[in-house]
């Protein structure tokens, strides 16, 4: 079984400093994948950042990185140069491996993120 | 249109009423999910559709029940609820069976939020 946990129910970030968000998961297998969403007041999960487990660099995406440290099963996102509109609750998630199969995402308990002024 | 469009956003209902939930994709997509979140608890994968076939029941209790009439189509129909049913109801889509390499992230819908009196 899989599993995700996020140990930061909230974090505060002053706009334009970075921030990281931890990650850390439990899985027996080998390949996997590593998801960030976002979650505005909203209510839509918006996919931020993807990361295989067999992937060599850190994945990166505008001003979202990944710290994936693949030993200590650790999946860290970091946002750097912290906009008020990143204010939010993040989830990280695993998807198991199974090419052709449907994308079963585990979810971890989320992390609310308010940037301040 | 948006990618995923999940109506009603709120909805509620009483513990002997029957109402359902809509969700559509205009993304081509050939699999599509139910999502429940509760307060403070991670995203509960509900129902899994893949080419129109149900391929997971996580142990969804009866008074749900799923229909996938097309591809781009999902409902949830509800009956007799409880309480503890309360909870927001994210719809998501992907496509499966793709490239390799391709992450098979999920997009979501707004939700449907649910009271049960």
């Known amino acids: 079984a899989q599993k995700i946990t996020q140990t930061q129910p909230g974090m505060f970030v002053q706009e334009k400093e970075a921030v990281t968000l931890d990650c850390t998961y439990d899985t027996s297998d080998q390949s996997y994948g590593l998801f960030w969403y976002k979650q505005p007041s909203s209510g839509e999960m918006i996919f931020l950042i993807y990361q295989g487990s067999y992937d060599e660099q850190n994945a990166t995406e505008g001003r979202y990185s990944l710290n994936f440290q693949k030993a200590r099963k650790s999946a860290n996102l970091v946002i750097s140069a912290s906009q008020l509109g990143d204010s939010a609750m993040y989830f990280c998630a695993m998807r198991p491996p199974g090419g052709g199969t449907a994308s079963k995402l585990t979810f971890g308990t989320g992390t609310r993120l308010q940037v301040t002024l | ?117």
Request: glycine letters at 8%.
């Open chain 2, 1 to 117: 249109e948006t990618g995923v469009t999940q109506t009603p956003r709120h909805l509620v209902m009483g513990m002997t009423n029957k109402k359902s939930l809509k969700c559509e994709q205009h993304l081509g997509h050939n699999a599509m999910y139910w999502y429940k979140q509760s307060a403070k608890k991670p995203l509960e994968l509900m129902f899994v559709y893949n080419f129109k076939e149900q391929t997971e029941n996580n142990s969804v209790p009866s008074r749900f029940s799923p229909e996938c009439p097309n591809s781009s189509h999902l409902f949830l129909h509800l009956h007799t609820l409880q309480p503890e049913d309360s909870a927001l109801y994210l719809c998501a889509s992907s496509q499966e069976g793709g490239l390799a390499g391709h992450t098979g992230e999920l997009f979501f819908g707004e939700g449907s939020r649910l009271t049960v009196l």
